[in-house]
């Protein structure tokens, strides 16, 4: 099976930054897109960042600036680097992988979430 697993949550000041991980495991043929979302309570999930194969990067508006998002092909992980945070940013955030396997199928994968609260 392929699993995603998020760390790097936690309770962090305005202004403040954190730096969200997603590791991968299990066979994965290529990977298509990788992204970031987010979930407030009483919200829609929505997207926050994406990046593809080939290192094209695209952002939400409300992240422009202050968000990174990054992979690491030899530590099969990919980051989010999040600065200047503001309450509003507080959410759980999972990261997804789109990805084909070996016999060209194509699959979402999800991690469980790991919950950001920006509060002084």
């Known amino acids: 099976q392929v699993q995603l697993v998020e760390s790097g949550g936690g309770l962090v000041q305005p202004g403040g930054s954190l730096r969200l991980s997603c590791a991968t495991s299990g066979i994965i043929f290529s990977i298509d897109v990788m992204g970031w979302y987010r979930q407030a309570p009483g919200k829609q999930r929505e997207l926050v960042a994406t990046?593809?194969?080939?290192?094209?990067?695209n952002y939400a508006d409300s992240v422009k600036g202050r968000f990174t998002i990054s992979s690491d092909n030899a530590k099969n992980t990919m980051y989010l680097q999040m600065n200047s945070l503001k309450p509003e940013d507080t959410a759980v955030y999972y990261c997804?992988?789109?990805?084909?396997?070996?016999?060209?199928?194509?699959?979402?994968?999800w991690g469980q979430g790991t919950l950001v609260t920006v509060s002084s």
């Open positions: 990046i593809t194969s080939g290192g094209t990067t």
């Open positions: 997804n992988v789109y990805y084909k396997t070996r016999d060209g199928n194509a699959w979402d994968a």
